[in-house]
């Protein structure tokens, strides 16, 4: 059975991918592998204490996007009775997403399309953008 | 770790052991050989008494008395003291580059792959990286050393005084990797997940498990005693008055109105320090964090600008520091007080030994301890060798050294001059740089301050708030007055802090050395991989 990744967020462009991912999985035997990813990067400043709490902070952000953007997701892909894993990450979007594709062997990358932050996409790139150019397997940006 | 791996790899330590201790006997006496040997007769043992005047408080007595103990030292030629507690400190930095098989030079590298997140596992991201805890750590240290404790330096010892300070700086080096890495090994864990580290905890913990309970103990409360004095003073006092001082400068001098109520800037600092540590305002901190190393930038830039402008220059300027570090020509104080002045600005500037950047580097989260002794021994790198040698490049070419009036100068003055030599406009910008690294400064320290009390009194809020008010109470006093005594005092806390902590890294040695090179081995043998470059 082949394994792909759909990046998901909490955007009605996730649901989208999700539910046509779910659809394509059907199909094909898929197993779907949900991937959030949080923004952080391991380069920015921080304080003493921002530090001190760091760990907590963590856990609790990974807590919330399990709850808030994955459930919805893992609901999606249980009414459609496709296997399913989930990863929730920090990182930058496009990177994680890659690292986890090629680690979890994947044959295909879904994302939603949000286009909704159309000068910060100009000047870095959008995550499907970036995809879409680097990925060594296809990649499905969902309108 | 297995019973056996860990006999394995003492077992023949042991004799190479009592070999490198023989080595560093004998590269410990020949330096102070040399130190007395080269040093222009005569050496002069002043009485450690104080004296004081008929009208002495009783704390400018205990301070005079602390004050004098710590910073005790023969003078030579009676012009500088060598100062035992700096003593202290290189013996303790030589000990450890020999005992750690030149930590410093053969762990470089892998200190910058660290920082970069080449060992960084994917699965941890979102924990604190070693690149944060090493800025935190630097913003903390990065200040007034870097820019006044150079001027002073050139100014007493002369160009030579450059050489004597990277030397010290590289030693130091080792120092931190040790200190740093005891932090993580003995951090301890919260129930809410949050985390303290330092030297208290190694001290009470380590020293501990080497069979000496009480002593660790007591290591550990004068450590976080220390600590709450240098965190008040040299990390608060001595800031917010070195800051008023270039505020006034470039606002109309002592006459002014600023100058004439200098705690009107107190008060402002104490606002907005006050703002970040009881207020929780991040924003304030977030905003300084991000700016101290754009300042930073900012000012090697402005060295850059400066040493290009005189490109032809500075082969002659590492002339007279090389000639002036061994033939002590045109210094004051010859060959020993280049050297002496040197060793002494290096330890002030960064904070090698004395225990406190431990406490900022304990947050990162790292199965091995030892990868934060690597990254932590940038640190005196880019403090010492890099900004520091730049200021002094810059005070040196522009001559501004050879001012005859350098050493009444001061500081910061000093290295204004160097640069209005060649950009008019750069004093304004040093003394906003200036205010920026005090501030960040004082963010740091009152940190420690606070981790130190909530070491003492078992994590209560109510102590740790006190202590915070106590604080900012010290922000407003330090900029008021000279208040010599007091700043004497916190200076010598914050060296005092070098006391137990070196006392601790010696005890536990064995300790040390084992997490180095048992991760080193297992670096070697491709047991701890890279992971795969990012995309």
Redesign the interface.
């Known amino acids: 059975m082949d394994t792909i990744v759909v990046g998901v967020d909490n955007s009605e462009a996730s649901t989208r991918a999700a539910e046509f991912a779910v659809d394509r999985a059907q199909k094909n035997h898929w197993k779907i592998v949900l991937v959030h990813v949080?923004p952080?990067t391991?380069?920015?400043?921080?304080?003493?204490?921002?530090?001190?709490?760091?760990?907590?902070e963590?856990?609790r952000?990974?807590e919330a996007a399990t709850e808030q953007v994955i459930a919805p997701m893992v609901e999606i892909c249980e009414r459609g009775g496709v296997p399913h894993e989930e990863i929730v990450?920090?990182?930058k979007a496009?990177?994680?997403l890659?690292?986890i594709s090629?680690e979890s062997g994947a044959v295909h990358i879904i994302v939603g399309r949000t286009g909704d932050s159309g000068l910060r996409d100009a000047v870095f790139g959008s995550v499907a953008n970036r995809l879409a150019q680097?990925a060594s397997v296809p990649v499905t940006v969902v309108p | 770790m297995g019973e056996n791996t860990m006999r394995d790899s003492e077992t023949p330590q042991m004799g190479s052991a009592t070999k490198t201790l023989g080595i560093i006997g004998a590269v410990v006496a020949a330096f102070y050989v040399v130190i007395f040997a080269l040093s222009p007769k005569p050496i002069t043992f002043p009485s450690p008494v104080p004296e004081f005047a008929p009208d002495a408080t009783l704390f400018d007595k205990v301070s005079g008395w602390i004050t004098g103990l710590v910073f005790y030292g023969p003078s030579a030629n009676g012009e500088y003291t060598i100062r035992i507690v700096v003593i202290w400190l290189i013996t303790a930095a030589i000990f450890f580059t020999i005992w750690l098989g030149f930590i410093n030079v053969r762990g470089f590298k892998h200190a910058i792959d660290l920082v970069r997140?080449k060992y960084?596992d994917?699965?941890d991201?979102?924990?604190?990286?070693?690149?944060?805890?090493l800025?935190?750590a630097v913003?903390?240290t990065v200040g007034l050393g870097n820019i006044a404790g150079v001027a002073i330096a050139i100014a007493i010892g002369g160009p030579g005084a450059t050489f004597w300070m990277i030397v010290a700086g590289f030693l130091g080096m080792s120092l931190k990797a040790a200190e740093c890495m005891l932090g993580v090994k003995y951090r301890q864990?919260h129930a809410?997940?949050?985390?303290?580290g330092g030297p208290m905890y190694y001290l009470r913990d380590a020293v501990k498990d080497l069979g000496k309970p009480g002593l660790g103990k007591g290591l550990a409360a004068f450590f976080a005693v220390c600590m709450i004095g240098g965190a008040v003073g040299g990390g608060n006092m001595f800031q917010s008055n070195q800051a008023t001082a270039q505020i006034v400068s470039q606002v109309g001098g002592e006459e002014s109105f600023l100058g004439r109520n200098t705690w009107i800037m107190g008060l402002l600092f104490a606002a907005a320090v006050g703002a970040?540590i009881i207020g929780g305002i991040?924003s304030i901190?977030?905003v300084t964090?991000?700016i101290?190393?754009f300042m930073a930038i900012l000012y090697l830039g402005a060295c850059l600008i400066v040493l290009l402008g005189n490109f032809g220059e500075v082969p002659a300027a590492f002339g007279a520091i090389l000639d002036g570090a061994f033939t002590g020509e045109g210094a004051a104080g010859g060959v020993i007080g280049a050297l002496i002045v040197g060793f002494q600005r290096a330890a002030f500037s960064n904070e090698a030994g004395l225990g406190s950047a431990s406490?900022?580097h304990s947050?990162?989260?790292t199965k091995e301890p030892a990868t934060e002794g690597f990254v932590a021994s940038l640190e005196p790198f880019i403090d010492t060798i890099v900004i520091c040698t730049m200021t002094a490049l810059t005070i040196i070419i522009t001559k501004a050294y050879l001012d005859p009036a350098a050493s009444e100068l001061g500081g910061v003055a000093l290295t204004s001059n160097a640069f209005a030599s060649v950009l008019p406009w750069f004093p304004k910008v040093l003394a906003v740089a200036v205010v920026l690294f005090a501030f960040s400064t004082m963010?740091?320290w009152s940190?420690?301050g606070m981790k130190a009390t909530g070491y003492l009194f078992g994590d209560n809020p109510l102590a740790e708030n006190v202590f915070k008010v106590i604080f900012l109470g010290f922000t407003v006093l330090g900029s008021i007055a000279s208040l010599g005594s007091v700043i004497d005092f916190s200076d010598s806390m914050i060296f005092m802090m070098s006391i137990p902590n070196l006392i601790g890294l010696y005890l536990l040695r064995n300790v040390i050395r084992r997490e180095f090179s048992h991760y080193r081995a297992r670096l070697a043998s491709g047991e701890i991989k890279e992971f795969?470059d990012?995309?």
């Open positions: 949080i952080w391991p380069f920015s400043f921080q304080t003493a204490s921002e530090n001190e709490h760091r760990h907590r963590r856990q952000e990974l990450r920090h990182g496009s990177e994680t890659l690292d090629a680097h | 997140g960084s994917p699965n991201a979102g924990e604190v990286s070693h690149f944060q805890a800025a935190t913003s903390g864990e809410d997940g949050t985390v303290s970040v991040k901190a977030k964090e991000k101290v190393p406490v900022a947050a990162v989260r963010i740091s940190y420690y795969a990012r995309h």
